[in-house]
């Protein structure tokens, strides 16, 4: 005959190991189940010479910009299937084009209204509103991106948040900018 605490304590002890059992299928089933975590993967100029279909991103999953020695990551893009150099800037609430960068992109600088007071690195100076065709960098492609040509002041063109900001996310680590499209 068993007394009442040997019993509830069996009880308790089976409960607990089913609960156990239960829990690490659980897990194996949540682990099979998960997305797996794509590789990243170096963007490659190559890739950008021959632009999408319009509205499409090219980049499946995330890709990264290698940190350059100076410290900054510098990204080699494509602007309405124009070749542009860009610090990438997450400071930089726009995408800030050089005036020999918009020139190169067709806009006439003498019909551009440069409506816009802005502070850069170099001090105040205005800027114009235009919007981009499409952006790709390192494999992600945006349509229709807001940028502003710098009148004065800016020695490189910037990758900055009207870009940056529509990626579903992007992540700096001490190796590499990290873009998922």
Known sequence: MSTPNVSNALKFAMVSMVAAISAVASAEVMVAMAPR???????????LMAPPAVGARIALGPVAIAKSDDGHYWADGQVNGTGIRFLVD????AVALTPDDAARLGFDAARLNYAFRVVTAAGDTRAAAVTLDSVVVAGARLDHVDALVIEKGLDTSLLGMTY???LTSFQATRQALVLQP
Do not use: F, H, I, S
């Open 37 to 47: 975590q794509p590789t990243l993967r170096a963007a490659k100029v190559e890739a």
């Open 90 to 93: 997450t400071g930089a609430t």
């Open 164 to 166: 940056l900001g529509r």
